[in-house]
């Protein structure tokens, strides 16, 4: 059998992995403002694609993806400590 020699013009997937991991993490960031538990759903899923593609560490937008998340999760977590205290806050 002859070996069938791989074209990288044709293999998009890495490609298109580093772009979804991009566009999550900044979806992530966005929605951890606004709702804070769809942030860090967002941000986990795009951690975890991350890290079933350790072959694609290494390209700028999975690097900037990954970065995104773990700012969407941070962002939801403070966001979501700010209004358990305010309502305590307010109910006192």
């Known amino acids: ?8 013009a044709s293999d998009k997937t890495g490609n298109d992995t ?5 566009v999550l993490g900044i979806v992530s960031v966005i929605f951890a403002l606004w709702i804070p538990i769809v942030g860090i759903v967002l941000g986990t899923v795009s951690l975890v694609r991350v890290r079933k593609r350790n072959d694609l560490s290494g390209t700028v937008m999975a690097k900037a993806g990954k ?25 006192a």
Not at 18 to 22: A, F
Not at 72 to 91: D, P, Q, S
């Open 1 to 8: 059998m002859a070996k069938r020699e791989k074209n990288p």
């Open 18 to 22: 580093g772009v979804s991991l991009l």
């Open 67 to 91: 970065v995104l998340s773990i700012a969407g999760i941070c962002i939801a977590v403070v966001n979501w400590i700010l209004a358990i205290v305010l309502t305590f806050m307010t109910l």
